[in-house]
């Protein structure tokens, strides 16, 4: 992964901002080297009691995010409010079908050489959820095949241990784009938070995984699928 020019990446999120909390820097990293990143967003993350105003904001902060990170294109599935809650209550084939055709930003649209999709180790549910539609539209009968399928964490989930625990075997350094990151999670003020969503843990978490590995900063991955 040395050379990030020539890939092109598909991140997958469950919500918005689950994209950049989980793999800001690598977006960071590949769109600063040359290569091609796009961003398929299922939900907004609206709550029941959420204001038009709220509502909209929310679209507007994921706009202001992917023109700051520069993506290529990105796509919000469900963008309204009545089709934006209960994520793990749809039909998993619907969510496959989606990730592997007919997003603007699919599988099959894209190509992409690499995929970074959510953990299975959160105790929400979506992310849950939408792992597992991941896993089967990413199966190594569809062609093309991407030849790296990564999880990325999402750190307040990977915390509670009765989620199970997110062991990374592969660490991304982030020294050079860790502000950049920041800054667009930055672009998400309405889920900026005093426990796993701010500048501080961010950085925090960064440093940990750095220590992992003797590095700096890094973000950390799990490899489902690594082919040279």
Known sequence: MNNLKNEKLLVIAPHSDDEVLGCGGLISKIKKEGGKVFVLI???????????????????EVKEA?????????????DQPD???DLDAKPLHSLIE??????K????KIRPTMVAIPTIFSHHQDHVHVHHACISALRPINSPVSNIVLSYEAPEHSRWSASGIFEPNLFVEIDGVIDKKIEAFYKYQS????????????????KYRGQEVGKNLCEAFYIHRFIL
């Open 42 to 60: 299922f939900n907004l993350g609206f709550e029941i009691n959420d204001t038009i105003e709220s509502q909209e904001k929310r679209k507007k």
């Open 66 to 78: 992917m023109s700051f990170l520069n993506v290529d294109d990105f796509h919000i599935v469900h």
């Open 83 to 85: 089709n934006n809650r």
């Open 98 to 103: 989606i990730i592997e055709s007919t997003s």
């Open 105 to 108: 930003v699919s599988l099959e």
């Open 191 to 206: 889920q900026v938070k005093l426990h796993a969503r701010n500048r501080d843990s961010i950085l925090n978490q960064a």
